[in-house]
């Protein structure tokens, strides 16, 4: 596509209660990244993926968090037993290429996490 | 990891007034990306420059990566200049961009 989509835009979850969130990157972008951004804050790098494998997925915060890839495309990131202090603004950004490439982002508009 | 520093952390200028925002980083950089976030949450990507200098219309950046500094030139700020800029570093083998924490500049008219 013309630029990364992010659904959904806006999600309002109970606590406890399992979310997914999708990013469609560019179509060609093989690297692609999920960031997230607490109110006035900065962005908090969570998983990179290039292709389909995730060579880093330091930021990831605890083990209720986890993200796919598949087809070198689409990415889900899945948030279980959600807590209120996972509510964000999840983005996702993805580039033409990762690792030892450098290339610029192109970011999502980013799926607005409320967990209540 | 690298430390990204930004400053001024907020900034107000009056419209038509010009300004540079500066961004340090702790470690070599093979990768330097300068954000704007507007008010509506939306990041777009204004330069990728991990050295020299780079012009685009009222804005332009340079980056010194010896000296380990970037900077944004804001010339005849709009209130649609209004908003968060990020930098953003990427140093060696790391994978991940790292972010600084941003300088929030508000144009007044």
């Known amino acids: 596509g013309a630029g990364v989509s992010q659904s959904p835009s806006n999600k309002v979850t109970e606590k406890g209660k399992d979310v997914e969130l999708r990013c469609d990157p560019i179509s060609g972008h093989t690297a692609l990244y999920w960031y997230r951004q607490s109110l006035g804050q900065g962005l908090e790098f969570l998983i990179y993926?290039?292709?389909?494998?995730?060579?880093?997925k330091s930021g990831l915060p605890s083990d209720r968090f986890s993200a796919e890839r598949t087809g070198g495309s689409v990415s889900t990131l899945t948030i279980q037993r959600t807590q209120q202090e996972d509510s964000a603004v999840y983005l996702c950004a993805s580039s033409l290429a990762g690792g030892a490439s450098n290339y610029g982002y192109t970011f999502g508009s980013g799926t607005r996490l409320t967990v209540v | 990891g690298i430390q990204v520093e930004q400053s001024p952390p907020d900034l107000i200028l009056q419209e038509g007034a010009n300004s540079t925002l500066r961004c340090n980083f702790s470690d070599s950089v093979n990768n330097l990306q300068w954000f704007h976030q507007n008010p509506w949450g939306q990041l777009i990507n204004l330069f990728y420059?991990?050295?020299g200098t780079k012009q685009n219309g009222r804005l332009s950046a340079t980056t010194v990566a010896t000296e380990r500094y970037s900077l944004l030139y804001i010339s005849s700020s709009q209130t649609t200049d209004s908003g968060v800029y990020f930098c953003?570093?990427?140093?060696?083998?790391?994978?991940?961009?790292?972010f600084g924490t941003g300088t929030k500049l508000q144009v007044i008219p």
């Open positions: 953003a570093v990427k140093a060696g083998g790391y994978q991940k961009v790292t």
């Open positions: 420059i991990p050295s």
């Open positions: 993926f290039q292709g389909n494998s995730a060579p880093d």
